[in-house]
């Protein structure tokens, strides 16, 4: 870590300490220095477990047990990374997928966050008539009505 980043953390942990209401004595600045070039932690790091020890910590907080949360944090970091991430699976045919996915940007006036995978299949009018007709058919199906907004529902479907 550069002498910035060390400044900031130490500027974080004179902030702590006028906190627990303690003063931030040159051996403090020394030996929080000391930990801080010895670990090899982000700037970032450090400010951000300062942080959380000063929501849930009662006394001001040791180098011992800042220095034990990141250690934990990085731990329970690699965990996560080293899990494998599931794949999205679904039963839904992809002509149903693919009207739902042109659709429903177009009921909410916004893109889905969470749509991926872009349409491969170029959409003129009569296929976005089908698949229109498509949406309502499965929205009734499923017993869900307010998937659809009212007005794009089909009479020949919801009757009316």
């Known amino acids: 870590m550069d002498n910035v980043g060390r400044d900031d953390v130490l500027h974080a942990l004179k902030y702590c300490y006028e906190f627990y209401r303690k003063p931030f004595l040159d051996i403090d600045k020394q030996v929080w220095g000391g930990m801080i070039r010895d670990h090899n932690y982000t700037a970032f790091q450090w400010q951000e477990e300062i942080r959380a020890y000063m929501a849930r910590g009662t006394f001001c907080p040791k180098p011992k047990e800042i220095l034990a949360q990141l250690s934990e944090n990085k731990e329970r970091k690699a965990l996560r990374s080293a899990e494998p991430v599931a794949e999205i699976t679904t039963d839904c045919p992809p002509e149903i997928s693919n009207a739902w996915m042109y659709w429903a940007p177009i009921f909410h006036g ?3 966050p969470f749509a991926s995978n872009k349409l491969e299949v170029e959409v003129d009018e009569s296929l976005a008539e089908a698949w229109l007709l498509l ?26």
């Open 110 to 112: 916004q893109a889905l």
């Open 135 to 160: 949406v309502n058919e499965e929205a009734k199906r499923t017993s869900m009505p307010e998937a659809v907004p009212d007005k794009f529902k089909m009479k020949e479907v919801w009757g009316g």
